[in-house]
């Protein structure tokens, strides 16, 4: 694309802008994206379009496309902050040293509920992890995997645990599948 | 926890943003199979099924209004700073590139004025359109590219747009360290270029941009496979993206490279769909390059009248362009059909004149390769003498650069066998193929001359 004299490259963005407006809308609201975080992903979109102008062919398509990149992106942030802390918060309750029987049996007891209704491949790495304290490598070396690859069958149980931990009132469907190394 | 927690803490729950006692007693609460905080909770993970889905009920009431308003509001901040700042990218690029490289190094890193997105950009363009005209240049200026990509203000044009454009920099370094055939350094620019595309905004078309000249680069090492996954990406994204150009640019560097390792009829399929695709008004030089090509193939092909005609038509594209490195390309060009037709004495004249300006230029290897187009005229017409002349000729060339002794070695069997009147056409075409093989890195160097 050319480069367009300055107030042809306001003009240009502002039509592109406006005409583009309900499409992008659709894709926030298919992508369930809550009010409060859509003006960031907004925001960054078109500011990276304001700067690369010049270099974009087909604007408007590169707009919705982008949109629909930074929306994806946007719940696989979600969801790896929601694991990291779900994750973060078992792993410092079994590490409470003084806390009396009961309660640590009680902890136990409900943990593994939720565990009872994760994939096999799953619930025996977690158990590692968790029951036993193993690190990644010794859980990797444990269950077979490579250790380049067990961060992310890790991410993978653990967003499965997450799901099961806030699955209610509707069917939760299990992870694709049994963990592949590699 | 007791008590349920209110819906601001699930929220901050949820986005991971709470203290790590906080989230310890929020996760309890919910092993504990609290069905209501777990309903409440289970909006923050993503929605089921996103693509093609139709959105739940809550999602259909969302009002965007304020999100559009916002974000446009800042975007219309910015753009006024944006275009104050385009306005003055022309003065000041022509200032830095009228002083010498020292003095345009020493501005580029230390005077701030130079450190904006424009001043950038318009200096990377500049380096792409040199590339081929005058490589050296084309490197200087790619560096100082890199260098003021790195000086960008991150807070006011955002960290990830920042990566990007030095991705962008990154990758036109490599690209011109290519071109000049320091394929070991190429490589390495195109590692931090990837790295800081990772960290970019994820752009589709930058990272295409970045992958089309990546795959030159496999190209030219002859890691044909690598270059056509690479390419296949691109044409990908291309189509994604409804960017013809890109998918244009990407048939086309596929159909050089299916010339170069010897399938000349699919050279000449993608070429031709490629040229269909790329726009003449925004990128004559790679429509010039690619007819170029395109008529090179047609003739080595055997295809001569087909080449002519091509040629001809293309011939004001080239003059068009004005680019001298085309032109001279174009000389050449015309001087190996002249040998397959047959007009060996103005062949011979046009090769020569070319000869001589890609030695002026430092380019070396095509110099040594277009030699053997002039051998060719010799041994057809017997001409010892001047074989062996030129023979003496074409080592200084390459020991001038630097070549990898494997080139050397069979640039001295060519020189052996000239000092034995003992070169034949078959020779000619051995040593030439090896040559443009031998651009390869190690991967290719155990291939020995039959």
């Not at chain 1, 925001?43 to 700067?51: E, F, I, P, V």
């Not at chain 2, 009920?57 to 446009?72: K, L, M, N, P, V």
């Not at chain 2, 490589?135 to 203000?153: F, M, Q, Y």
Request: proline share 4%; hydrophobic share 40%.
């Amino acid at each position: 694309m050319a480069t367009l004299d300055h107030p042809e490259l306001r003009e240009s963005l502002n039509i592109l802008l406006k005409n583009s407006r309900p499409r992008l809308e659709r894709v926030l609201r298919n992508f369930e994206i809550p009010p409060e975080d859509a003006e960031d992903i907004l925001q960054d979109a078109q500011l990276t379009l304001l700067y690369k102008w010049d270099k974009i062919r087909s604007p408007e398509s590169w707009l919705i496309g982008t949109v629909k990149k930074k929306c994806i992106m946007y719940w696989r942030k979600r969801r790896g902050s929601l694991c990291e802390a779900v994750d973060t918060a078992i792993l410092d309750l079994l590490a409470v040293p003084q806390a009396p029987d009961q309660e640590k049996a009680e902890l136990t007891c409900d943990l593994n509920r939720v565990l009872a209704r994760l994939s096999t491949r799953c619930r025996s790495l977690l158990k590692l992890r968790y029951g036993l304290g193993y690190g990644p490598t010794e859980v990797a070396e444990q269950m077979g995997y490579r250790t380049s690859s067990i961060r992310k069958v890790t991410n993978r149980c653990l967003a499965a645990l997450t799901r099961q931990l806030l699955a209610v009132g509707f069917e939760v469907r299990e992870p694709e599948g049994e963990p592949q190394d590699g | 926890m007791d008590k349920h927690p209110d819906s601001a803490l699930l929220s901050k729950f949820g986005r991971g943003r709470l203290s790590r006692r906080r989230n310890r007693e929020i996760v309890r609460h919910l092993l504990a199979q609290c069905e209501r905080c777990r309903r409440m909770a289970s909006r923050y993970l993503p929605p089921a099924h996103l693509r093609g889905a139709e959105p739940s009920s809550e999602a259909r009431r969302f009002d965007y209004g304020a999100a559009f308003t916002q974000a446009w509001r800042e975007t219309e901040r910015r753009q006024t700073a944006f275009l104050a700042e385009q306005a003055a990218a022309p003065e000041l690029l022509s200032a830095l590139l009228a002083e010498p490289f020292e003095r345009q190094w020493a501005l580029a890193t230390t005077d701030s004025r130079y450190h904006t997105w424009t001043v950038c950009e318009r200096l990377l363009d500049a380096a792409r359109e040199l590339g081929f005209q005058d490589p050296a240049r084309a490197l200087d200026l790619s560096k100082l590219g890199v260098e003021i990509a790195a000086r960008i203000d991150r807070a006011v044009c955002g960290e990830t747009r920042v990566n990007d454009l030095c991705a962008r920099a990154w990758a036109g370094l490599g690209n011109a360290r290519r071109i000049r055939g320091d394929f070991r350094e190429g490589e390495a620019c195109f590692a931090t270029a990837e790295r800081l595309l990772k960290r970019g905004t994820g752009d589709p078309v930058e990272k295409a941009n970045v992958l089309l000249l990546k795959s030159s680069l496999r190209g030219n090492q002859q890691r044909f496979r690598e270059a056509f996954r690479l390419l296949d990406r691109v044409l990908a994204i291309g189509r994604k993206c409804g960017d013809p150009q890109l998918c244009g640019k990407a048939l086309i560097i596929r159909g050089f490279f299916l010339g170069v390792a010897d399938d000349p009829e699919g050279a000449i399929r993608h070429l031709a769909e490629g040229i269909r695709d790329v726009d003449p008004a925004t990128d004559a030089r790679l429509l010039v390059a690619a007819q170029h090509n395109l008529i090179l193939f047609l003739a080595e092909s055997g295809r001569y009248e087909e080449a002519m005609r091509l040629l001809e038509s293309a011939r004001p594209l080239y003059y068009r362009t004005g680019d001298q490195m085309s032109l001279l390309r174009l000389r050449w060009l015309e001087g190996k059909i002249g040998i397959a037709l047959g007009q060996f004495a103005e062949a011979e004249e046009l090769l020569r004149g070319v000869r001589k300006e890609l030695i002026e230029r430092e380019l070396g290897f095509d110099a040594a390769l277009l030699s053997l187009d002039l051998a060719n005229i010799y041994a057809r017409q017997g001409r010892g003498a001047e074989m062996r002349r030129l023979a003496e000729e074409m080592l200084p060339i390459f020991k001038s650069r630097d070549i990898h002794r494997e080139a050397i070695a069979a640039l001295l069997v060519f020189q052996k066998a000239a000092e034995m009147e003992r070169v034949t056409l078959g020779l000619i075409r051995e040593v030439s193929s090896y040559l443009k093989e031998s651009r390869a890195t190690a991967g290719t160097r155990t291939r020995e001359l039959r």
